[in-house]
Nanobody, 115 residues
């Protein structure tokens, strides 16, 4: 069984930065794509950024130029560096990984951008 655990969330002022991490543990043969999603209160979950097995990245328009996704295959970890944060970035952030053809989700972590 594979589990994902996110860390690095919290409260930050507008214009600030945070780095989210998501570690996969368990019986892992291979991890293909990794991604970050978010869900704000009353809204649907949406893709923030994704990275393929060959590190090709894709970003939602609302984070381009501000967020950077990266991965460390040796550590089974995906990161999301968030800069120039805005109040509208406030949401629960979820990581997701395609592990041996199965989509696995983390439990989510709160990011709050407020002064």
């Amino acid at each position: 069984q594979v589990q994902l655990v996110e860390s690095g969330g919290g409260l930050v002022q507008p214009g600030g930065s945070l780095r989210l991490s998501c570690l996969a543990s368990g019986s892992i043969l291979s991890i293909n794509s990794m991604g970050w999603y978010r869900q704000a209160p009353g809204k649907q979950r949406e893709l923030v950024a994704a990275i393929t097995g060959v590190s090709r990245t894709n970003y939602a328009d609302f984070v381009k130029g501000r967020f950077t996704i990266s991965r460390d295959n040796a550590k089974n970890t995906v990161y999301l560096q968030m800069s120039s944060l805005k109040p509208e970035d406030t949401a629960v952030y979820y990581c997701s990984m395609l592990v041996s053809l199965t989509v696995i989700w983390g439990q989510g972590i709160q990011v709050t951008v407020s002064s």
